[in-house]
């Protein structure tokens, strides 16, 4: 079993952190879990938690829902999520445009 110096087992492993942190629905309840995370895994969880909310919201199919979704989200990782969502949903886009060309051809 891997172990991880530091990090208590309720977070372990950080993915399992980072998920955790991005289900909860409040900044309070974010920052609350966050503070609790020791300062020497910050960096690494903080990318991890950053994909994982990114993830949730982008899943999200009705933009007021997204920017909602957004606007929970801690001032700390607000810009990168909402980065990363606004990518996700730019593929997204790239990527139906792309099927429905293929399939006007077919």
């Given at each position: ?44 969880i ?55 060309s ?5």
């Open positions: 079993m891997t172990e991880f110096v530091g990090l208590p087992k309720e977070f372990c492993p950080p993915e399992k952190a980072a998920e955790h942190i991005a289900y909860l629905n409040t900044i309070a309840e974010r920052e609350a879990c966050w503070a609790r995370i020791p300062a020497n895994w910050h960096a690494m903080g990318i991890l938690v950053i994909h994982a909310i990114g993830r949730r919201i982008a899943d999200m199919p009705q933009k007021f829902d997204r920017q909602n979704a957004i606007a929970s989200v801690p001032e700390l990782w607000r810009a990168p999520v909402k980065a990363l969502v606004l990518s996700f949903w730019q593929t997204r886009h790239l990527r139906q445009s792309a099927i429905s293929s399939e006007v051809t077919a």
